[in-house]
């Protein structure tokens, strides 16, 4: 039963920081307790926010980014101060670079001992530490302002370009007292906190004139596409215009994998040929080799392609970044594909020599592969495990697959099959590892639907400590390792003939699931495509926290994955 707030009534920061996240919609906090925020926690889930606790804060965080990308809305993680604050950095920092809309808000010192370094607490300027990986940076002081603060942090993680926001709490605000009645009006509920953004007439219109103008176009579509949920517009404009698409691998499923227009089994040969290039959602970073050299038909690295570029970006920097671009959009990516949309008129489709050589370049490729993924060696390798995964996966088009990795990954991406949006969360733009349990956990709290975590032995080693966290919650979550025994592949061994093991090298045929049978959950270790195939529709079925040992072939997989060539080698020898 809850009272009125009478004059003379007290509040303090601490019910303040729950009525502001409340007041904004704001339900779940992902986060590890510890001085100052424990009764913050406690709290929290006294006021009907859930609090979801881990075992590592980057786990936490990566929980509330993934969050955040699903929702739109930002996600909420919170850590104690100074190690807790670094250790849920890196994450922090990750969810910038991906532009998923998070918020990390995390205990401090005092500010006057901080400020003359006179050795508090796990002192630390958190703040400054902070501002250089993320969007923004604030720092509530006084109690009367954690309402506009909260606000302040909000906007700035969802508007424009969305991004990580760092939120510093000092321990002495927890307990600074107000009158209840001011307390309660100070609190702000943010407006529109996402407003469109509008492309400019002048650049739809050269947009479309250079698209009208391809022989040969190619439409790419990026996370930042799957992001702004406007699903049905863009597959309108892809199906109307008939031009070839591709996927980066989080925007898989923004149409069907299996869709006719696919070219991501053409990949190469449509990145290579193609004369006008509509990039929507997508950056031209190191994942599209920068726009330039040989992936994109030029002589060598720094050679620009001759093709054109059709940008779809919320930010102008973004523009030019590496190549030209010779019709910037900029605008929020609903309202610039709408603005296509509307302006196609009697679009004259690609031709079918254009589309015929793609369709034929992609079934040479499937066929190719085909015969790769029906091979039955023993061990397994990455190949035979991942089409028994891709056939379980094919029947439940709606559980989340969470992917991480290096080859595990990068197999993974091409073989998998995705069907409906939003579905593949992996390690997205910086390529880090441990966002495996953290997303999967993200991804079950924020949807309630099965979640199937893919990792390699390796990166499971980042956040496995959370299959705890997966028992406690009792999340519908299965995590399959591909266990090869080490990095990249367990087969090394140490030139000296000592006896430390070679540096990519772990256990031999460590029995992972055990970890998860430790904790209740269902654990099972599987050497057979068939007994993997069995073990993970059944962990799907189950909803029950479940583990799958895979062992792989430890022969298995390259240095560094398919991107080797950016793992430098000595060139000197002993003489």
Not at 212 to 229: F, H, S, W
Not at 295 to 308: E, M, N, R
Not at 316 to 324: I, K, R
Not at 472 to 484: D, E, G, K, S
Request: a neutral charge; hydrophobic letters at 45%; proline letters at 5%.
């Amino acid at each position: 039963m809850t009272t009125e707030t009478q004059a003379g009534d007290l509040t303090d920061g601490f019910h303040l920081i729950i009525d502001a996240l409340k007041a904004n919609d704001i339900d779940t906090i992902y986060g590890l307790v510890g001085i100052p925020i424990t009764d913050l926690a406690r709290l929290a889930q006294a006021e009907g926010l859930s609090w979801i606790g881990f075992r590592h804060e980057a786990n936490a965080v990566n929980a509330a980014a993934i969050a955040g990308y699903l929702t739109k809305k930002p996600g909420v993680a919170m850590t104690v101060s100074a190690p807790g604050f670094l250790n849920g950095l890196v994450a922090l920092a990750n969810a910038t670079v991906n532009c998923f809309p998070m918020i990390m808000i995390s205990g401090s010192s005092e500010r006057e001992i901080v400020d003359l370094q006179q050795g508090d607490y796990e002192e630390l300027d958190q703040l400054n530490a902070a501002k250089p990986y993320v969007k923004a940076a604030y720092r509530i002081n006084h109690v009367e302002d954690i309402g506009i603060g909260m606000a302040r942090a909000i906007r700035a993680a969802v508007s424009g370009r969305p991004g990580g926001v760092y939120l510093d709490l000092p321990a002495k605000l927890m307990g600074q007292a107000m009158d209840a009645l001011k307390g309660k009006q100070s609190i702000v509920r943010v407006v529109d906190a996402a407003p469109d953004q509008i492309p400019s007439a002048d650049s739809v219109k050269r947009a479309l004139d250079v698209l009208k103008g391809a022989k040969r176009p190619v439409i790419m579509l990026g996370k930042g596409a799957a992001y702004a949920q406007v699903d049905a517009d863009i597959r309108a404009l892809v199906e109307k215009t008939g031009i070839p698409y591709l996927a980066m691998s989080m925007a898989k499923g923004l149409l069907p994998d299996n869709h006719p227009q696919s070219a991501v089994a053409a990949r190469s040969f449509a990145l290579a040929k193609a004369d006008v290039v509509l990039l929507i959602g997508a950056r031209l970073n190191w994942l599209l080799s920068h726009g330039k050299g040989p992936t994109w038909g030029g002589t060598d690295q720094k050679d620009w392609a001759d093709k054109k570029f059709i940008h779809i970006d919320i930010s102008p920097q973004e523009m030019d970044s590496n190549v030209p671009i010779d019709a910037p959009l900029v605008g929020d990516i609903g309202s610039c594909v709408k603005a296509l949309l509307n302006g196609l008129g009697d679009f004259q489709k690609p031709s079918e020599e254009w589309t015929g050589a793609i369709a034929a370049k992609r079934e040479a490729n499937v066929a190719k592969m085909a015969k790769t993924l029906e091979a039955n060696p023993s061990p397994m390798n990455f190949h035979s495990a991942l089409r028994a995964m891709r056939d379980v996966l094919k029947t439940r088009p709606d559980v989340y697959l969470v992917n991480e990795g290096a080859n595990t990954l990068d197999y993974a991406r091409s073989i998998i099959d995705m069907y409906e949006p939003r579905k593949r969360l992996d390690s997205g733009t910086w390529g880090v590892m441990g966002i495996g349990m953290g997303y999967a956990i993200g991804a079950a709290v924020t949807s309630g639907k099965p979640v199937v975590a893919l990792e390699g032995d390796s990166a499971f080693g980042f956040s496995g400590m959370e299959v705890e966290t997966i028992c406690r919650y009792n999340l519908p979550i299965t995590v399959v390792i591909f266990n090869n025994n080490g990095v990249y592949r367990g087969c090394d061994v140490n030139p000296t003939g000592g006896p430390e093991v070679a540096p990519t090298v772990f256990v031999k045929n460590a029995r992972y699931d055990m970890l998860m049978t430790a904790f209740g959950g269902v654990g099972v270790t599987v050497t057979t495509p068939d007994e993997l195939a069995k073990a993970l529709a059944e962990g799907i079925a189950s909803g029950k926290p479940t583990l799958i040992n895979a062992m792989i072939d430890e022969k298995a997989g390259t240095e560094s994955g398919r991107i080797s060539h950016l793992n430098p080698q000595s060139a000197a020898t002993k003489k």
